[in-house]
């Protein structure tokens, strides 16, 4: 696609979803057209950007059971000792740890210890949209040596409108393929407008479509028996 830094790795930008985190995140995920989200077991962290940064996630809910529990400072030890550099996010607005059995000394001497001791930087955000703007402006921060001009493209209008009687008889048709969903099945249509154009597509055509990857191609390629 015209908006990716074509020859680079960062581009489509790759992040690995627990598949313990809710759904809903990855709809503001997948509002940037230039990301492609795996989404599989992780065993630190709940987001891994590129292979570059991993995203401790923490409600005020979460953040408090998991300390009561146990499992928080487990889990920071695991950022602190992982060789990918992390961060811990903490979302939502002050107000909602009240009455979560915790004062607000202890909070912050929690905090601290997290700063100081396992060295893993705190980040505040108010909103699920922006726990995932926060973490690509951290992931864009910390990759800047890399590549300066980074920009992550709001995904465009989708073409088709839901009086299209054929649109969900095309759609059911691409995800009789391995690896494509709903999702990705509409990517299809609206980078390539038909299916007969999908078909007929080049592999290096097809992987310019954000969500397609090379085994996904292959198979599709496989039971359409096409020869590049």
């Known amino acids: 696609m015209k908006d990716f830094l074509r020859g680079s790795k960062f581009y489509p930008l790759e992040i690995v979803v627990d598949d313990r985190e809710p759904d809903v995140m990855l709809g503001h995920l997948f509002s940037y057209r ?21 995203v ?10 998991s300390i ?35 004062s607000k000394n ?7 210890s997290v700063s100081l001791i396992f060295r893993i930087p705190i980040i505040r955000s108010k909103t ?9 402006q951290s992931f864009k921060q910390l990759t800047k040596d890399k590549l300066a001009a980074y920009k ?16 969900n008889q095309k759609i059911h048709i691409l995800e009789g393929f391995p ?10 249509l609206n980078h390539f407008g038909s299916l007969q154009h999908i078909f007929n597509a080049s ?9 397609i990857g090379k085994s996904t191609v292959q198979k599709m390629k496989e039971i359409l028996n096409v020869v590049n």
């Open 68 to 102: 009561k529990d146990g499992r928080f400072f487990k889990q920071a030890g695991k950022l602190a000792n992982s060789k990918v550099p992390a961060c811990l996010i903490l979302e939502g607005r002050k107000r909602e740890y009240r009455n979560l059995g915790f």
């Open 203 to 211: 592999e290096s055509d097809l992987l310019s479509v954000i969500g």
């Open 34 to 54: 230039n990301i492609i989200i795996r989404k599989e077991r992780l065993l630190v962290g709940d987001y891994l950007l590129d292979s570059e940064l991993i």
């Open 128 to 136: 699920r949209k922006e726990t995932v703007s926060v973490m690509l």
């Open 106 to 112: 202890a909070v912050q001497a929690i905090l601290l």
């Open 152 to 167: 992550f493209h709001p995904r465009l209008k989708p073409k088709f409108q839901k009086s299209d009687n054929f649109l």
């Open 179 to 188: 690896g494509i969903g709903a999702d990705r099945a509409e990517y299809l």
């Open 56 to 65: 401790e996630r923490k409600t005020p809910l979460d953040f408090c059971a």
